[in-house]
């Protein structure tokens, strides 16, 4: 029954929740992850610079990856504020001998949540494209306690929110397969750009939507690959979209 799948899919979420939370603090005090500290460095440049524009960081990343962890990171600095009594200067010393302690682990949560949700996301994609909750059930247990995800979750990493948003696009792609409508096309530009704003490596994701739009021509009314390409303003308008927005 639906109800059975609901409880399965809410024991299997909650279960991916805490194996990514446990142990997502570890070292937080001294140390960061690989880029993990682009993000932490860049926001402070950029408060220091007085501006919301996240350039001249040093930062190999897209703006993206910045701005999608600046509410984490502007929040662990105002508690650190607020238990310093709003004093910069004891703020900045322990900034500086203890760059990440304020910041880190919120960043780190925030890809716990991300990490949790792209259980969901798998769950909705493999039950929208098998017409199976069953099916749905077993992609989000596999990705529940993969230990690949499980370990990137516990870091505030790319990669979680390039999956993130690559999951996005992949769920509109399969609703251009099966509907063909044009808020779908959009919205899997808006997702596909997302990805490739947290990490260069997300521009893959924009094979989804060939991939969508070809099955979809395919399914309706058998075509050459050429007349694919011809009076699909739609595809167009998705890929003028990407084009624009990464």
Known sequence: SKEKYKIILIIIITLGFILRLVGFNFEYLFDSVSDENYPNSCVLRMINNRTLIPNNCGNPYPALYTLIN??????????????NNFNLEIVKQLIALY???????LVRLLAVII????????YKITK????SPLKGLIAAAFLAVSLLPVQLSHWGKAWTFVLFFTFLALYFAVLIYQTGRRKHYILNAIFTSSAFG?????????????????????????????????????????????????
């Open 70 to 83: 600046l509410p984490s990171i502007l929040t662990g600095l105002f508690i650190l504020l607020f238990k």
């Open 198 to 246: 947290i990490h260069y490596g997300g521009f893959f994701s924009v094979i989804f939507l060939f991939l969508g739009h070809f099955f979809r021509k395919f399914k309706t009314s058998p075509v050459s690959f050429k007349e694919c390409f011809r009076n699909n303003k739609n595809l167009y308008l998705s890929l003028g979209l990407n084009l624009f927005l990464s």
């Open 128 to 131: 929208l494209l098998f017409n």
């Open 115 to 122: 990490g949790t949700a792209n259980i969901f996301l798998i």
């Open 99 to 105: 760059p990440f302690a304020s910041t880190l682990p």
